[in-house]
């Protein structure tokens, strides 16, 4: 099956010959459909806390940040080029003349004013075709701009990563998502001297910009919060790379005989999630953020989350505590059953007739489990995940963030329950990562490898399978404790096309 350039390759990744064969095994076997239950709805596993119990967790936040003893990062997967930002506007660039304008075309020319890179794009036209922006639009050299914006000559934008676009316009100048996240830092992820810790996910081929526009800003929102920034970044592993393979489910070979190993998706960096250093760890993606003026609700409700996760925690360790120990009293682990049930959302119909050692060793096993924290939206319509009752492989039943990906469609109720869900994930976590004895959890072990998925790809005109890892936030997470709280909508801005930068919130 593999020659010697293949071992080489293997190699080179770090990935077993068994880890290839595992893999091509899934494409053959394919992934089981998840078992759902329910989706998650407020009072059924998604708590709405009272204004009351709102300012009773930003105050446990505090308490716990002015702990010198704990530590924060906030972890912002930042590696995704921006380049399916623009595609309506590279359909336009190679349409023909006549052909009509998309609405994300159209309101891209409508608003181009109003665009955080509006000056920097103006310069670029005046460089490249001596004329400014809006002069070319109105002579009807629109592809002239777009071709500004995005080639290498221009901008660039179509090949640089979203964090480094400017989205936000401000009297001092243009930010980037990059620097909205180091101001977020600054204002719910401080730690008691003055540390504001941010690791990014970054692609190899732009590292060094982030960097570059870090040093170039971080003294300035340092010296404007009063803060000193801690950046780091890691690349995704060349280990967590997966085998792409033919329609009949062999190797997928290039023109020079050599495998095709493409990126796992996200799921991926939960080998760079499991590096961080910390006690809690924020995450969130790059493309979701706001101006300033509209920063309070993101601030409140990341407190809240924060310090409902370390509410919990300090009762979850005083639990393990007791149970690490040994001899406790039927009645006080039915209290910890209760509480496992109730307060983490994980039931087992089996627990309720277990006793004594055994009840002991399942409580302890499924309290000692990174935890966190999930902010959910109402579900106005956007694609992607949601919250959900799921049975998992020891037949127990906990919340789960689902893509449609892992539910079978065929199934009229799974169907049903899936398009009937009343909330969306926006990728808005809180997580406690270390235990009780204060060692880091190893989260690879808490993946479920049942969750991954097969999509198809196309590579030089050649139809492909790929596979993708169990997602971050999905499968990645699957043996963790969850805890899911309903969360403005305010809090969710993200950019997935050009066209988005000109809604309200981004203005």
């Not at 910009?209 to 870090?214: D, I, S, T, V, Y």
């Not at 780091?232 to 329609?247: F, L």
């Amino acid at each position: 099956m593999t020659n010697n350039e293949d071992k080489a390759l293997l190699q080179q990744k770090g990935i077993s010959e068994e880890r290839l064969q595992q893999m091509l095994l899934n494409f053959q076997t394919g992934f089981p459909f998840l078992a759902i239950d329910s989706a998650a709805t407020l009072g059924h596993g998604i708590l709405s806390p009272s204004e009351t119990e709102q300012e009773a967790y930003i105050a446990a936040w505090h308490r716990y940040i002015a702990d010198e003893e704990h530590s924060v990062v906030k972890f912002v997967p930042a590696s995704g080029a921006a380049s399916r930002m623009f595609k309506d506007l590279f359909a336009f660039a190679e349409a023909a003349d006549d052909a009509p304008l998309s609405p994300v075309v159209a309101t891209f020319f409508e608003r181009l004013p109003d665009a955080a890179f509006f000056p920097d794009l103006n310069t670029a036209c005046q460089r490249l075709y001596g004329s400014s922006a809006l002069s070319l639009a109105k002579e009807g050299r629109k592809r002239d701009v777009v071709k500004a914006l995005l080639s290498k000559e221009g901008l660039n934008y179509g090949a640089l990563p979203k964090g480094l676009l400017q989205f936000h316009r401000y009297g001092t100048g243009a930010r980037t998502p990059f620097e909205e996240h180091l101001v977020e830092g600054a204002l719910y992820a401080r730690e008691n001297d003055g540390n504001v810790a941010v690791h990014f996910t970054v692609s190899p081929e732009h590292r060094e910009l982030f960097q570059n526009l870090c040093t170039k800003v971080a003294p300035i929102y340092e010296q404007a919060y009063g803060v000193r920034f801690n950046v780091s970044y890691s690349e995704q592993k060349p280990s967590t790379d997966t085998v792409a393979v033919n329609a009949d489910n062999t190797p997928f070979r290039q023109a020079d005989g050599t495998l095709l190993f493409r990126p796992g998706g996200h799921g991926a960096l939960i080998e760079n999630l499991n590096e961080i250093q910390a006690d809690v760890v924020f995450v969130k993606n790059i493309d979701n953020v706001v101006p300033d003026h509209l920063k309070a609700d993101t601030v409140r409700w990341k407190q809240v989350l924060a310090g409902l996760l370390v509410d919990l925690q300090e009762q979850v360790f005083s639990y393990l505590e007791e149970l690490s120990h040994g001899d406790v009293p039927e009645e006080r682990m039915q209290e910890i059953l209760r509480f496992l049930e109730e307060k983490l959302c994980c039931r087992c119909e089996a627990a309720e007739g277990m006793a004594g050692l055994e009840l002991l060793d399942y409580l302890f096993c499924k309290l000692n489990r990174p935890l966190r924290v999930c902010g959910m939206v109402r579900n106005v319509g956007e694609p992607g995940g949601g919250p959900f009752w799921a049975y998992n492989a020891d037949g127990s039943l906990s919340l789960q963030i689902l893509e449609s990906s892992q539910i079978d469609m065929q199934d009229s109720r799974s169907k049903a329950l899936f398009e009937g869900g009343t909330h969306f994930n926006p990728v808005d976590l809180v997580c406690a990562v270390r235990d009780y004895e204060d060692e880091p959890f190893f989260l690879p072990d808490f993946v479920d490898e049942a969750t991954g998925f097969i999509s198809h790809k196309s590579k030089d005109g050649r139809e492909l399978k790929a596979l993708e890892l169990p997602g971050l936030w999905n499968g990645a997470m699957s043996d963790w404790n969850t805890v899911f709280v309903e969360v403005p909508s305010s809090t969710f801005n993200p950019v997935k096309t050009v066209a988005d930068l000109f809604r309200p919130q981004h203005q």
